[in-house]
């Protein structure tokens, strides 16, 4: 459509923050005051908040040393125990966060994948 | 002012969506602006890098529980928002703590509201634990309805019940709420901000471009009212 005459409004400025927004008032951030990671991730960790990063245990620094708290336990080889009863595998794609939960929760309580999922079932009462 | 954190550990709540919105409209309006994508799909990141859109929005992305802190500290902008992952973990209780103001988006589900009900209370609990070296830190956080009907549409139950409940269980919450609308998807889609999808012809555009309005400026009007507030000698 033409505009020859400036009379149809541009789509830009129909489209453009309005006018009032005033934000120099807002200075740039400052620098965050230093926090106690070891508390923080202490208050976080009753309300699921746990590490979803492997980190190698090897390049732990200090830095590291606050998600360590929260992070399970080593992981370490566990004994496979012979079972009696027939069992079937199942092989399961999941997308990474859920994934991650699922890992994390499984080492939390200390169990391998299949009975982290019985207790899952258990819990919900299938 | 202001590192403003976007969590809700339930995935798909709009928290991405919300960080766009609200980063590029500031941007385009003149402030300095950086977003850290700390979700590990990194969709901001890739916004950026693979698109063509000339807002001047800084991301940065690779943020991790190892080095938020590092990486915030170098940030001079006005406004940093966090866009983080929709799952609970160190990286986003760390944020929260970190932050200045946090958005909380929830959609009108049980699952997505259960799980803001997560994040609700890790800022209460991490303002607590910030208080004990500095009482005067506070965390204030906002519940932002996202994907409601667009106005004149019929609202469902749930959102009903859920807005009642945010009233009666006193939960901070924006007045405005970030509606479903096709030009909020095509942002990602296209790759561009909603301001340079005018050519794209996506949806209704204007009455996106207006709801987005509304909440920058109820964004910005909460943040100079809590800013107020901190320190009231200075106004």
Known sequence: ?126 | MPVIAVSNPKGGAGKSTTVLLLATYLAQSGASVCVLDADPNQPIMDWKENGESKTTLKVVGGIKESNLMEVLDEQNAQFVFIDLEGTASVLVSRSIAMADFVIIPVQASAVDVRQAGKAIRAVRDEEKVAQRSNPLRSIPYRVLMTRTPAPGAPVSSVQRQLEAELVEAKIPRFRTSLAERLAFKAIFVERLTLAELGEHKVGNLGAAYENLHDLVDELIETLRELDRKRYPNEQ
């Open chain 1, 1 to 126: 459509m033409s505009n020859k005459f400036g009379l149809v409004d541009d789509p830009e400025d129909q489209n453009s923050p309005r006018p009032s927004l005033d934000l120099s008032s807002f200075a740039p951030v400052k620098k965050r005051a230093p926090i106690d990671l070891v508390e923080v991730d202490a208050a976080a960790a009753p309300h699921g908040f746990v590490s979803r990063e492997s980190v190698p245990s090897s390049i732990v620094t200090d830095a590291h040393s606050a998600s360590a708290v929260a992070r399970p336990a080593a992981t370490h080889a566990r004994r496979r125990l012979a079972r009696a009863e027939p069992s079937r595998s199942l092989a399961v794609r999941m997308v990474v966060p859920e994934y991650d939960r699922f890992v994390a929760y499984a080492d939390r309580h200390q169990l391998t994948y299949h009975e982290a999922i019985k207790k899952l079932l258990d819990d919900v009462g299938e």
